[in-house]
């Protein structure tokens, strides 16, 4: 496709569910990203891939979140026991080697934890 | 009409007037900002960026400043228009390895009047 997508776009969960949020980068780009967006705020940091390389991990904000992205392409972002502050706007971007700092977002993953 | 990010999240402008967006940051390390629109519903897309040993870059419409001294960042959008009305984001590019992760401010609602 032209850009990133994600999918699902919605997802409400039961507090105790794990959820998996998928996003496919644009085609050639090595660096993905995933940001987490609350409620009126800006989106945060969580973890950056380069190829299937996980090298920054920092903002993942506790041990139920974990990230993948096996063969370099796509990813996916599984939050376990989902508690209610994990209700957010999940963000993908993926960028080029040729413009690191060009990040390019996908539409997000709003998920709702009732 | 202008704003001064953080303290004044909402700015309404004129149709056809010009805005002013501010913006703050923090790290004196950073050499990479850029300016995002997030429409309702959609994830974040380059606006503008500039590199810090520049003051001023010009796209199409809009202008961004960048004043090293205190840390502050504008965007100027000429001639606004409806579709305009988004939330504005400002971003530091940090240094991770390999590549560039971006933290963001708060925002800036632009509401455009008829």
């Known amino acids: 496709g032209a850009g990133v997508s994600q999918s699902p776009r919605y997802k409400v969960a039961k507090r105790g569910q794990d959820v998996a949020l998928r996003c496919d980068p644009i085609s050639g780009h090595v660096s993905l990203f995933w940001y987490q967006q609350a409620l009126g705020q800006g989106p945060e940091f969580l973890t950056y891939?380069?190829?299937?390389?996980?090298?920054?991990k920092s903002g993942l904000p506790s041990d139920r979140f974990f990230a993948e992205r096996p063969e370099g392409s796509v990813s996916t972002l599984k939050i376990q026991r989902t508690q209610q502050e994990d209700s957010a706007v999940y963000l993908c971007a993926s960028s080029s080697p040729s413009h690191p700092g060009e990040q390019y977002f996908g539409p997000g993953t709003r998920l709702t934890v009732t | 009409g202008e704003s001064v990010g953080l303290h004044l999240p909402t700015l309404s402008v004129q149709e056809g007037d010009n805005s002013i967006i501010n913006c703050a940051y923090s790290n004196s390390a950073s050499d990479y900002f850029i300016w995002y629109k997030q429409e309702s519903g959609k994830g974040p897309q380059f606006i503008i960026d500039?590199?810090?040993?520049?003051d001023k870059r010009q796209g199409q419409r809009v202008t961004v400043l960048l004043n090293k001294t205190v840390k502050h960042l504008s965007l100027q959008i000429a001639a606004t228009q409806p579709g305009d009305s988004a939330v504005y984001f400002c971003a530091e590019n940090i240094p991770i390895q390999g590549a560039q992760k971006l933290v963001f401010g708060q925002g800036t609602r632009l509401t455009i009047n008829p």
């Open positions: 500039i590199r810090s040993n520049m």
């Open positions: 891939f380069q190829n299937e390389a996980q090298l920054d």
